[in-house]
Nanobody, 117 residues
Framework: QVLLVESGGGLVQAGGSLRLSCAAS????????MGWYRQAPGKQRDLVAT???????NYAESVKGRFTISRDNAKNTVDLQMNSLKPEDTAVYYC???????????WGQGTQVTVSS
């Protein structure tokens, strides 16, 4: 069973930083890609950043230059370093993992990030 557990969310002032971490219950090198998504109240879940097994990264325009995604295959974690946070970054942040084997997508339970102005 694949479990993804996010941590690191919290309340921070605008301009501050947070580091989210996603711990997987299995070896992440088996996933073709992993990523972070976020969902604000009343809005759809949107992509924040993804990283492939080859360490290629992709970011939403709104976070480019402020957020950095990284993966540690030895620790089976994917982190999201968030700097220069803005109130509009407030959302529940979800970790996901994609496996081309069976075209399976896994999701974590989410962690709340709140940025005060």
């Amino acid at each position: 069973q694949v479990l993804l557990v996010e941590s690191g969310g919290g309340l921070v002032q605008a301009g501050g930083s947070l580091r989210l971490s996603c711990a997987a219950s299995v070896r992440i090198f088996g996933f073709n890609a992993m990523g972070w998504y976020r969902q604000a109240p009343g809005k759809q879940r949107d992509l924040v950043a993804t990283i492939t097994s080859g360490n290629s990264t992709n970011y939403a325009e709104s976070v480019k230059g402020r957020f950095t995604i990284s993966r540690d295959n030895a620790k089976n974690t994917v982190d999201l370093q968030m700097n220069s946070l803005k109130p509009e970054d407030t959302a529940v942040y979800y970790c996901n993992a994609y496996s081309a084997y069976g075209s399976t997508l896994y999701w974590g339970q989410g962690t709340q990030v709140t940025v005060s102005s």
